[in-house]
C-alpha cells in the first residue's frame, strides 16, 4: 500500500471555513433549521457534534425531529450490512418528507460515503441526495453548503485524505461528559472489517492540543471525559515528540477531570507500561474495552487479530492483578467463514473464562474490499442466527455473575438522567462501567453520586444513597 501522510488542515483552511458559514448564514435560501440522525461508534457521535458545531456557526438551530428540519444530514456507518441498509432506507423515506417541505436539503456523509463506488451510486442512484462527502472532508462543510446553495446538482465529494483538522466548533450532546478524539483511522486490517479502508491510515493528534481540550473541558465543568480512537494503544505512532498512550494517559491525570475513559484498545498493543499506569492513576476509570473477537487460535489467526487465546487471557489476568474488581467488556464475532461448531465453542468457553460486564455481540457480516469477504465458507444465516443466541445466554449468564461481585459495595455514579422505568428514580454509570439505578430528581444530573449497590433487578444494579 503507498505510504500517505496525514494532512493538518491549516489555521487559514480554516479561517476560509469560517467565511463561508459568514456567506451561508447570510444566504436568502439558506436552510434554518437542521438535524443529524447518527449511526455507528462514538467516533461518530463525536464527528455528529462537529456538524452541529458547524451548522450552528451557519446560524441554524436544532430541529427536534428530521420531519421538522430544513437540513437533515446522515452521518453514516459502513461496519456492518444493516447499519448500512438502515440508513440507506432512512434516507429514501425522507425523500417523501420533501413532497411536504420542498426546500428540505438532504445530506449524507460518514464511513458509508467512503467506500469504493459509493459517490458514483449517489449521483446514479440516489440523485434525490444534495450532498454528500466523506469522512476526512467533514471539516469543509461550510464550503460544501455553500457550494449545494449555489447549484440545482448534487454535489458529492470524497476524498481519500487522512486529515486532522483542530479547533472545529463542537455541539456537545451532554455538558457533564466530552469526548476527545486523540487519534484517527486504523492500521491493523482486520480480515473483516472495513474500517481502515474508510477511515483511513493511523494518525495522531498533537499531545499539547489534546491536553489543551481536556485542561478547556476541565475548567468548563467536565467530569467524565472518553478518549476516542479506533485503536488508542498505538497513539503516538508517526509522531516526532515520542509521545506514546501511556505517557498521554499520565498526561491527561494530572489535568484533575475527575473520570477518564478511553476505547477502543487492541490487545496486541495493550502494553505493560499501560497496565501499570492504569494501576497507579487517580482518575482514569476501573474499565476496560478490550475486544476479543473469538475464542479459537486458528480464527483468531485468519481474522488477522496478531494475538492468541492465551496471549488475551494473559492480557486480562495482568489487567486484574493491577486494578482489582476491573469492569471488564468486550466486542465477539460469530459465523467467521469458515467457523466450525467446535471453534465456536472455543467462543463461549472464553466468554464464561473472562466474565465480561458486558459484550457487544454481531453476527460476521461479509463487507466487500475486506480479505474475509472473499474467503470461503461463508456460514448459513440460520447457523450464525443459533450461535449468536448460544452466545447472548452465554453472556448474559457470565454477567449476572459478573455483577453480583458490586453487590453491598459502594460506587460513585455520575448521573446521566432518569431512570426509563421510574421518574422518582435515576440512573448512571458507576467507576467500573456498570449501570445503576437509584432514588434521585433531576436535579442530580450531571452530578457526581456516591451509592451503595443493594441488589440486582432484571439484570439492573439498584442502589440508595449513601
Ligand atoms: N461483521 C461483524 N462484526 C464486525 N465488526 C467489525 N467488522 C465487522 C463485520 N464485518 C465488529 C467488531 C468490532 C466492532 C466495532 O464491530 O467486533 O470490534
Ligand atoms: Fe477494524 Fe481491527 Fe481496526 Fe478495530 S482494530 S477498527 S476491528 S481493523
Redesign the pocket.
Known amino acids: 500500500m503507498a505510504e500517505r501522510k496525514p494532512v493538518h488542515i491549516t489555521k487559514e483552511q480554516l479561517a476560509e471555513q469560517r467565511g463561508y458559514a459568514a456567506e451561508v448564514s447570510a444566504m436568502e435560501n439558506r436552510p434554518r433549521s437542521y438535524h443529524v440522525v447518527t449511526y455507528g461508534?462514538q467516533m461518530n457521535a463525536h464527528d455528529s457534534e462537529k456538524l452541529s458545531g458547524m451548522l450552528r456557526q451557519m446560524g441554524m438551530e436544532e430541529a427536534p425531529t428530521r420531519e421538522d428540519a430544513d437540513f437533515v444530514i446522515f452521518n453514516t456507518c459502513c461496519?456492518?450490512d444493516n447499519a448500512e441498509r438502515r440508513a440507506l432506507g432512512n434516507v429514501t423515506w425522507l425523500k417523501e418528507v420533501r413532497k411536504k417541505n420542498p426546500n428540505l436539503i438532504i445530506a449524507v456523509c460518514g464511513c458509508m460515503i467512503q467506500q469504493p463506488g459509493m459517490a458514483e451510486k449517489i449521483l446514479k442512484q440516489y440523485k434525490f441526495i444534495d450532498l454528500a462527502f466523506g469522512t476526512s472532508n467533514l471539516w469543509r462543510l461550510p464550503e460544501l453548503l455553500h457550494r449545494t446553495l449555489r447549484s440545482d446538482r448534487s454535489v458529492v465529494v470524497v476524498e481519500e485524505e487522512d486529515s486532522i483538522a483542530e479547533d472545529l466548533p463542537v455541539q456537545r450532546l451532554r455538558q457533564d461528559a466530552a469526548y476527545i478524539t486523540i487519534m484517527y483511522g486504523c492500521d491493523n486490517f482486520c480480515s473483516?472489517?472495513?474500517?481502515p479502508y474508510v477511515r483511513g491510515r493511523e494518525r495522531s493528534r498533537d499531545p499539547e492540543a489534546i491536553l489543551r481540550e481536556a485542561r478547556e473541558l476541565h475548567a468548563s465543568g467536565v467530569k467524565e471525559i472518553m478518549l476516542l480512537g479506533q485503536n488508542v494503544n498505538s497513539y503516538g505512532k508517526g509522531l516526532e515528540c515520542g509521545m506514546n498512550f501511556p505517557e498521554l494517559l499520565r498526561r491527561l491525570d494530572e489535568v484533575g477531570i475527575p473520570r477518564i475513559r478511553f476505547m477502543?484498545s487492541h490487545p496486541k498493543d495493550l502494553s505493560d507500561e499501560l497496565i501499570e499506569v492504569l494501576g497507579q492513576s487517580k482518575h482514569i476509570l476501573p474499565q476496560f474495552h478490550l475486544?476479543v473477537?473469538h475464542g479459537n487460535d486458528e480464527i483468531l489467526r485468519r481474522m488477522n487479530r496478531r494475538y492468541t487465546r492465551e496471549q488475551y487471557l494473559d492480557k486480562v489476568r495482568k489487567l486484574r492483578q493491577a486494578v482489582p474488581g476491573i469492569g471488564l467488556t468486550t466486542?465477539?464475532?460469530v459465523g467467521f467463514p469458515g467457523e466450525t461448531e467446535e471453534q465456536f465453542l472455543d467462543t463461549l468457553s472464553i466468554v464464561e473464562e473472562v466474565g465480561y460486564d458486558s459484550a457487544?455481540t454481531?453476527?460476521?457480516?461479509?463487507?466487500t474490499g475486506?480479505v474475509?469477504a472473499s474467503m470461503e465458507d461463508q456460514i448459513p444465516e440460520d447457523v450464525a442466527t443459533d450461535r449468536i443466541k448460544r452466545l447472548i445466554a452465554a453472556q448474559e449468564a457470565g454477567q449476572k455473575k459478573a455483577m453480583s461481585r458490586f453487590i453491598g459495595s459502594e460506587e460513585e455514579v455520575l448521573v446521566e438522567g432518569l431512570s426509563r422505568r421510574s421518574d422518582k428514580a435515576v440512573s448512571g454509570h458507576g467507576r467500573h462501567g456498570v449501570s445503576i439505578t437509584f432514588p434521585g430528581t433531576e436535579s442530580d444530573i450531571g452530578q457526581i453520586v456516591r451509592v451503595r449497590v443493594t441488589e440486582m433487578k432484571n439484570n439492573t444494579l439498584m442502589g440508595e444513597r449513601i
Not at 192 to 195: E, M, S
Not at 362 to 367: Q, V
Open positions: 461508534c461496519v456492518r473483516y472489517c472495513i474500517v477502543t475486544p473477537q466486542d465477539i464475532i457487544f454481531f453476527i460476521y457480516s461479509p463487507r475486506t474475509a
